[in-house]
């Protein structure tokens, strides 16, 4: 892909030319997945996050048209400020360029861009799936599918527990993308430390992931993502009682309002930040910050 097409910003071109560890990091999060002004902090955050831990941070977002890994101040400001901007899912992104819009990229848009930038290692907070109600709405994330064909290792706190995070699991069986649980057995619950659903492989050190890395490298395949699944400690999760009663919540409202589409996520993640007071916002933020230095500390053990 031409480098005009996607924009590296020179800390990120350069920290790629001389291999030295870059993490990408996506912008859904920050324009529609934490609310105003906050969100401004927590992106800025993030982004020194990833320095303290001696890597590049590379934001990955589309502005007038252009996909960028990278942003400056002002730009940053601009994803996590302006009302128009939009969400971009992988599928978005021609369009998107094409037109001239701005967008945030989700976890699907943002592990393309990422690949294809040359960029291993993303972290985020909780990964798209299968929605509950799957059978009536059909409603699965794009997230899934990308990842079946994206060879990049995302570091999150598993998928959000707002989904069906049993059959989320099972296609991501199905569609062969490995998971590991990072100095856990159980796939973590976004929210809360545990989802209860065992996962097959444990992990317990950035080198052991660098480890799991080079072996699908030297395989040749399969061209998967590999995904770190890191819990919230367990002294800043969400209390699990409070969780599920504002979930349930949560979705009867959002089938109430006949809430489709892209707007479900985000609706969903609004509606338990105010409902819990901020909690879920903290836990949320909390599980973010983890898997943020994790990545910086894999991209490092690479
Ligand atoms: N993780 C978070 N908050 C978010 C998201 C992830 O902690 O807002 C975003 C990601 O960008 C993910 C998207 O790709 O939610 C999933 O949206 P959908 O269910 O519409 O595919
Ligand atoms: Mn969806």
């Not at 709405?137 to 794009?142: F, K, L, R, V």
């Not at 598993?158 to 069906?164: C, E, M, P, Q, T």
């Given at each position: 892909m031409p480098e005009t097409t996607l924009l590296l910003s020179e800390e990120v071109r350069e920290a790629l030319d001389a291999r030295r560890p870059v993490v990408a990091l996506e912008s859904t999060i920050i324009a529609h997945g934490l609310p105003r002004p906050r969100n401004l902090a927590v992106a800025e955050e993030l982004e020194s996050l990833v320095r303290s831990e001696g890597a590049v941070p590379a934001t990955i977002a589309v502005l007038d048209g252009q996909a960028h890994a990278g942003l400056d101040k002002g730009q940053l400001e601009r994803i996590a400020t302006d009302p128009e901007v939009r969400k971009l899912g992988h599928r978005d992104l021609a369009p998107a360029l094409a037109s001239g819009a701005s967008g945030a990229t989700t976890v699907s848009a943002t592990a393309f861009l990422a690949a294809r930038a040359g960029i291993r290692v993303f972290a985020t907070g909780g990964l798209g799936g299968v929605h509950r109600e799957w059978t009536a709405?059909?409603?699965?994330?794009?997230d899934l599918r990308l990842l079946a064909r994206t060879r990049i290792t995302v570091v999150c706190a598993?998928?959000?527990?707002?989904?069906?995070v049993p059959a989320t699991l099972q296609r991501l069986e199905t569609l062969g993308v490995g998971v590991l649980g990072y100095g856990t057995d159980r796939f973590p619950g976004f929210y809360l430390a545990s989802s209860g659903e065992p996962v097959d492989w444990t992990v317990r050190t950035p080198e052991e992931v660098a480890d799991v890395m080079r072996a699908q490298d030297a395989l040749g395949g399969p061209d998967t993502a590999l995904i770190v699944a890191q819990p919230v400690p367990e002294g800043e999760q969400l209390d699990p009682r409070l969780h599920d009663q504002v979930l349930a919540e949560a979705l009867d409202e959002c089938q109430e309002r006949g809430i489709t589409g892209q707007a479900v996520t985000p609706f969903l993640l609004d509606h338990l930040t105010r409902r819990t007071k901020g909690a879920s916002l903290e836990a949320n933020l909390a599980a973010v910050r983890g898997n943020v230095r994790l990545a910086a500390r894999i991209a490092g053990a690479l």
């Open positions: 709405s059909q409603d699965e994330s794009a598993g998928v959000k527990s707002i989904l069906d």
